[in-house]
């Protein structure tokens, strides 16, 4: 649990104590690869922190195509978070496209602790603004970026993800089709 708890202190310097008492909420837990964290429709209970291991979020339509919404990596946060807070249906998926190792908890059994320690809702308040933060900067490059930009701050921002999985994820993700990648990594 130590890259968790170095992660934890990166958003709010927990006492030992305090420290002992989240990590008590997490359990190791292994994901095969294609497995779902998260299923549509479904009601999410659990958040987790990825040791090791590369999911993603992503929309399904009603005609069977999916749009990739974002990728959870290695040492960070993943969930179903407008589920979890909401209390209503899962609108994505979350899929592993390795397989995974993550810490995984109770989402309600984190908020219980809200009221007793106030650095736990402050943490949950800091991830839950950086992850605005960065779903705003995405919308705001998809509607103002060419595709080839997008695809430069990708590979900034993910990098070595490109070699884990296959690249039609990645040209969903950028909101191009795999042909159009294709074209533009051969330009490079």
Do not use: W
Not at 36 to 65: D, L, P, Q, T, W
């Amino acid at each position: 649990m130590n890259e968790l708890e170095k992660h934890l202190n990166g958003f709010v310097h927990f006492t030992k104590n305090e420290m002992e008492i989240f990590l008590l909420l997490f359990s190791e837990n292994s994901i095969k690869r294609n497995d779902y964290f998260a299923v549509e429709g479904e009601y999410s209970s659990k958040f987790a922190f990825i040791k090791s291991g590369v999911m993603r979020a992503f929309y399904r339509n009603k005609e069977g195509s999916e749009y990739n919404k974002t990728f959870f990596t290695s040492h960070s946060f993943v969930g179903a978070y407008s589920s979890l807070i909401s209390g209503h249906k899962n609108l994505i998926n979350i899929q592993c496209l390795t397989d995974c190792t993550v810490l995984q908890a109770n989402y309600k059994s984190m908020t219980k602790l809200y009221d007793s320690t106030p650095k736990f809702e402050r943490f949950a308040r800091i991830l839950a603004e950086q992850k605005f933060a960065i779903k705003e900067k995405r919308e705001i490059e998809l509607v103002t970026l060419e595709a080839s930009e997008r695809y430069e701050i990708f590979k900034q921002e993910h990098s070595g993800l490109e070699n884990l999985i296959p690249q039609y994820h990645i040209a969903s993700y950028l909101g191009i089709t795999p042909t159009q990648l294709s074209r533009i990594r051969a330009k490079k």
